[in-house]
């Protein structure tokens, strides 16, 4: 368990600075989950963060102490990426034991229980037997984060861990995840994601970077209602929030006003804005419909599954509610 500091940290590849000044504090057991575009720096800053690259200037502290001279191993850092790398000849309980046997000052027993208990927690004893290839991808990539936990880090770090798994895969382990960190509720997590949904389900917080700087910092619940800035609201949410600007947006006395696709509701009549529907999608569950209001993209709005709309049948949309309406001015932050 540890509480991580990070104040100022900068981080240079030759003359081009990537970590622009991160000032962040995670707390003891927290879930941090790490999203922004991709470049943004989002790996290079949980790189930092295990000591697998050299911070350029800032101080790094766990627990109080400035860890910045100090090695991965000492760190007490583990690390999960979306390549799960084990080591092809080795056996499940082997590739999940080798941390530990490389470190000094453990008995057989010793690792023979924490491998044991590693596997119960994620459900793969069945498997310690066997090799890698006789796995599936998600099998896989439980081991590789049975393999961390055995070495019982202070840190545990994550980058994109569940990308290469198709969606089924993804679900379950996801799943896992949140599990294991309920069952190990000490043990602080950075989670490097592109998911919308393993962002929101996962965090306690979710820290929003943008160009090598934090953009915002809150749980999933304060970015979704109130983000500080177009570039949040954007971020945030799936499909992503609309953007209607210029006249459109006058009735709301704002320049740009931002309303989410599942806050919008297609009527015949009375609507705030007119338009055609270009396109819809019916994913069951809920549909996707695109009205061209005049804007530059689209606007989609987020109905009920099974609603069905003509491609250029003519619409009206408003909003639900008008407090579900985000106001923008010109600088992208929010009217309040
Ligand atoms: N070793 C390196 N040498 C030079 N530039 C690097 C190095 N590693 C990363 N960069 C640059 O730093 C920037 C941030 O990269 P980083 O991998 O942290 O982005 P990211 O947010 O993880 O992106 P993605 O979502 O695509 O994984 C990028 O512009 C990248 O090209
Ligand atoms: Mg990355």
Not at 149 to 164: A, C, G, K, M, Q
Request: overall charge negative; proline content about 4%.
């Amino acid at each position: 368990m540890a509480n991580l500091q990070l104040k100022d940290i900068r981080k240079s590849f030759g003359a081009v600075e990537v970590i622009k000044g991160v000032s962040l504090e995670i707390e003891s057991g927290e879930f941090m989950v790490f999203v922004g575009p991709s470049g943004c720096g989002k790996s290079t800053l949980l790189r930092l963060v295990a000591g697998l690259e050299d911070i350029t200037s800032g101080e790094l502290k766990f627990d109080g102490q400035v860890v910045n001279a100090l090695t991965p191993s000492k760190r007490g850092i583990a690390m999960v990426f979306q390549s799960y790398a084990l080591y092809p000849h080795m056996t499940v309980y082997e590739n999940m034991a080798f941390g530990m046997t490389l470190e000094k000052g453990h008995s057989k027993e010793e690792i023979r229980q924490r491998v044991e208990r590693a596997a119960d927690m994620l459900q793969i004893r069945e498997y310690l037997g066997r090799l890698p290839k006789q796995l599936s991808g998600g099998q896989r990539q439980r081991v590789a984060i049975g393999r961390a936990i055995t070495r019982d880090p202070r840190v545990f770090l994550f980058d994109e861990p569940l990308s290469n798994l198709d969606a089924a895969l993804r679900v379950a382990t996801r799943i896992e995840i949140a599990k294991l960190h309920e069952s190990m509720h000490n043990t602080t997590m950075i989670y490097v994601t592109h998911d919308q949904v393993e962002a929101m389900t996962l965090a306690d917080r979710i820290c929003v970077l943008r160009d090598g700087l934090v953009e915002q910092v809150g749980t999933p619940m304060e970015l979704y209602e109130r983000p500080d800035s177009m570039f949040v609201a954007g971020f945030i949410g799936s499909p992503k929030m609309n953007f209607i600007s210029g006249k459109l947006a006058e009735n709301f006395n704002a320049p740009t006003v931002g309303v989410r696709g599942e806050h919008l509701v297609v009527k015949p009549s009375d609507g705030v804005w007119s338009g055609s529907v270009i396109h819809s999608e019916n994913l069951g569950s809920d549909s996707y419909i695109y009205v061209d209001i005049g804007t530059d993209e689209p606007v989609v709005v987020r109905e009920d599954g099974g609603k069905k709309h003509q491609s250029g049948e003519q619409v009206q949309i408003a909003p639900m509610d008008a407090a579900l309406v985000h106001r923008f001015d010109n600088a992208g932050k929010p009217i309040r």
